[in-house]
């Protein structure tokens, strides 16, 4: 199972080349989009958020139920994706396995803030925050006239960051006081202690939506996480193959490292 990232989709680059590595070998894949990012607006006064861990307990659920029993199972996420599954398998614990045999987070933001951070600053700021708040913003405002009163359109509007756009928006319709305690609170990094399930922190260390600095340290996480992080690669980029290159060789990593978890398997079948 792939959780996509901030606006993403199953037509994301990511998703489509996991697409590409599973149906190569036989594998079964889902997508969930988390609610607002399928094409169709969801109903109810919420969105989705970096420590939206109850939404990914709910997909794994439903995945389960419907392969069988002695299926394999890995989840992947990416970016935002992949912070809010760690924080599943963070609040989860032991019982994580029992939805699968093992996670791995991709790019992800797990410092929310430093994130944040480097998000509201310089040419950040100025392409991709700009990037994102041009899809963010009319999906705000179409919750809005569902839900009319439910926050202020015209500080929505106001919104040059993505630390002003979760202030109005992301933090109070999901239960957070402010973006500070959102932030806090949903962040993976100070919890990762909790898991108990193999799982894969891959972070390149010059992604410019994740600081170097804030990524975590060998000793800072418990025995079943692996800390992967190259020199190169930038945000779910790591191409391979001559100029342009592709992204086929991040799953056939990620997987790679993921395969050795899985009792009684081989690379071939699952």
């Known amino acids: 199972m792939l959780f996509h990232g901030l606006e993403g989709s199953s037509a994301s680059h990511y998703s489509q080349a996991f697409a590409h590595w599973a149906r190569a070998r036989q594998w079964r894949l889902v997508i969930p989009h988390f609610r607002g990012c399928s094409g169709e607006i969801n109903r109810a006064p919420r969105a989705y958020h970096s420590g939206d861990h109850e939404e990914i307990g709910w997909m794994l659920e439903r995945a389960r139920a419907a392969v069988p029993a002695a299926a394999h199972r890995v989840a992947v996420g990416v970016s935002l994706g992949g912070n809010a ?53 009319p999906r705000a405002l179409a919750k809005l006239a569902q839900h009319p009163g439910l926050f202020d359109r015209d500080r929505l509007l106001a919104a040059r960051t993505l630390y002003d756009f979760d202030n109005v928006f992301t933090a109070p319709l999901h239960g957070f006081r402010n973006t500070e305690d959102y932030w806090t609170r949903a962040s993976a990094k100070p919890q990762l202690h909790r898991v108990r399930l193999p799982a894969l922190l891959l972070n390149a260390r010059n992604d410019p939506f994740v600081p170097e600095a804030s990524l975590p340290v060998l000793g800072s996480v418990a025995e079943p996480v692996t800390l992967w992080q190259p020199a190169h690669g930038g945000h779910v980029g790591f191409p391979s193959g001559r100029f342009p290159g592709h992204v086929l060789g991040l799953p056939e990593a990620v997987m790679g490292w993921a395969l050795p978890h899985l009792a009684g398997i081989g690379a071939g079948h699952g």
């Open 85 to 137: 599954l760690l924080r599943w398998a963070e609040e989860a614990g032991h019982t994580a396995t029992r939805s699968t045999d093992a996670v791995a987070a991709i790019c992800s933001p797990i410092d929310l803030a430093a994130s944040g951070q480097a998000m509201g600053q310089g040419f950040n700021r100025w392409v991709y925050t700009r990037m994102f708040l041009r899809s963010m913003t």
